[in-house]
């Protein structure tokens, strides 16, 4: 099929369960005629004019995959609006991907009270006005016409780790592709049973789940939102077979207590980006399952996956043969291999680490949504720049070091903040570590670091300086200067950890914060009078312009 619109027209007849909410349940044909009820109003708001775009500020609910059938069909553009996003940078996101409609809920409705976003139509799906236009609408056939394949269809908002969010194209005939080759990469069939409970305005769940769902018929079960505690539940209540995930989902998952039932559970298959290895592990032995983690991102382009041979902590390598390259970001040249000692330590981080290329690929890309700035940083010629940092073995491997803002310059050696978190991470009283540059009081970065600890372990500064003495792979300008102890770990709306509040606030925070002296491997408590030591230090360098502001 070429568009997506025609994946949707497919299910028209289709009277297998299609979506599962709570205690609620629609077949596929009847999720389609929901779609074609939408489609009518969406044609009666156009008139004559240009493609709509539908800003949809909504939770996981059916909702959201009826208006996303309903705009396939109709040829508009839904635009995934993120419901962490707050004031100026909700109207930002509402007004650069020029939205015509919104389409919210109670519960998220006050999010744009007082929010200069300039739509003209608003619909709360829990109104009765939104009721009596469903139903003037009822009954209505699907639009006769099919969209062009390269019409937009979804605009979906990075991550927005570093700066503003970037609207991601994806056309019609991009997400019926994808609907194709995930439904292989996802092994779903028509007896599966997909458990979605990652955010429907991220291209994880829509390409992942919902469009390899809907291509083969399969069921999917809603979740509002990701629940570690609802997570293990519900694959149990819906009898899940296929769950996709992002970011530390899998980590959450395991801090709740497991139960008799898990073992014995339906779900077959896990499919995501960013556990740790030893996350990994622990989920498919928890639930019997297997958990397939690979790389790829919401431009498309390209993908790394793991093989049978892939080593522990590695990504894998790039599907279908692509020519992936780790690249110099000032060079533009490829980085020669990692050496990799004995011991497991990355020898030449300096010369090893760059950034993911697809070399050719550019073409592949369909685009930012006016952001032409954004856009040239990730096509350069033919090439196509992710932006993510990475390494290479000689057996070809990736290995993932990180964003392109993950750099640190410690001492006049570079390093990427991947390798460091992968050896924090080993230590067994810790669930989460991450690891971000500080501004150093003479010149550079110093390392810092932010634990979550696991349940019921406690911080024992003795104890982690012994941790990393034995670490034999740690550089020597890995060991971090300050280590804050945070109880959550801070996440985009898209479920991505998010580094920036950290490195603003650095040390300058209400949660604990532990430091080390000089070459002094110790680490101790950092107080106020150490606090204002270090800003003389800055201030007697002419770099207090760098000071941390603080939370």
């Not at 280590?483 to 959550?488: A, K, M, S």
Request: proline share 5%; net charge negative.
């Amino acid at each position: 099929m070429d568009t997506f619109a025609e994946i949707v027209r497919a299910r028209a007849t289709d009277d297998h369960i299609g979506v599962r909410f709570g205690d609620e349940q629609w077949r596929w044909s009847e999720v389609v005629a929901e779609a074609a009820a939408r489609a009518s109003i969406l044609e009666s708001l156009r008139g004559d004019g240009d493609q709509l775009h539908i800003g949809v500020l909504l939770e996981n609910v059916p909702d959201y995959l009826f208006w996303t059938c309903a705009a396939a069909v109709a040829g508009s553009v839904v635009v995934g609006i993120n419901p962490t996003r707050r004031g100026a940078e909700l109207a930002r996101d509402i007004r650069h991907t020029d939205c015509d409609v919104i389409i919210t809920e109670d519960r998220l409705a006050g999010l744009l009270d007082g929010v200069d976003h300039g739509v003209r139509w608003m619909l709360d799906i829990d109104s009765a006005p939104y009721r009596d236009l469903l139903a003037q609408h009822r009954n209505a056939a699907l639009p006769e016409r099919l969209p062009d394949p390269k019409a937009i269809l979804l605009l979906l908002f990075s991550s927005g780790s570093t700066g503003a969010p970037k609207a991601v194209i994806c056309s019609q005939g991009r997400l019926a592709m994808l609907a194709e080759t995930l439904r292989i990469r996802s092994e779903m069939d028509r007896d599966s049973v997909g458990y979605l409970c990652m955010p429907l305005f991220h291209g994880n769940s829509m390409m992942m789940n919902f469009a390899p769902a809907m291509y083969v018929g399969a069921t999917i079960c809603l979740a509002r939102k990701f629940s570690a505690s609802g997570f293990v539940r519900d694959i149990h209540r819906y009898q899940a077979t296929y769950v996709n995930y992002v970011g530390r989902a899998l980590s959450y998952v395991l801090a709740v207590p497991e139960t008799p039932q898990d073992r014995h559970c339906a779900l077959r298959l896990a499919l995501g980006t960013e556990a740790s290895a030893a996350d990994v592990k622990r989920f498919s032995e928890r639930f019997n399952c297997r958990v397939s983690e690979g790389y790829g991102m919401s431009e498309g382009v390209l993908r790394i996956n793991r093989t049978p041979d892939t080593p522990a902590d590695s990504l894998g390598l790039p599907v279908g043969g692509a020519d992936i390259r780790v690249r110099n970001e000032q060079t533009g040249l490829d980085c020669p291999p990692a050496r990799i000692d004995p011991s497991g330590r990355l020898c030449n981080p300096d010369e090893a680490i760059g950034q993911i290329v697809a070399i050719g690929k550019a073409s592949a890309f369909e685009g930012y949504y006016r952001n032409p700035e954004a856009q040239a940083e990730r096509v350069r010629g033919e090439d196509f720049w992710t932006g993510d940092l990475a390494y290479r073995d000689e057996a070809g491997y990736f290995y993932f070091a990180g964003r392109s803002s993950d750099w640190l310059r410690v001492d006049s050696e570079n390093f990427a903040a991947g390798p460091v978190e992968r050896i924090l991470q080993r230590w067994e009283h810790v669930s989460a570590a991450l690891v971000y540059a500080v501004p150093d009081p003479r010149t550079g970065d110093q390392v810092m670091c932010a634990l979550r600890m696991a349940d019921g372990a406690r911080f024992d500064p003795d104890a982690f300086t012994s941790f990393l003495d034995a670490q034999t792979d740690l550089g020597t300008k890995w060991r971090p200067r300050f280590v804050r102890l945070i109880d959550e770990v801070p996440m985009t709306g898209n479920s991505k950890v998010a580094k920036t509040p950290l490195r603003s606030a650095a040390w300058v925070t209400s949660d604990p914060v532990y430091w080390r002296a000089g070459k002094d491997t110790r680490y101790r408590p950092f107080d106020r009078g150490q606090r204002e030591a270090l800003s003389k230090e800055f201030a007697e360098f002419g770099r207090s312009a760098l000071l941390p502001v603080g939370e």
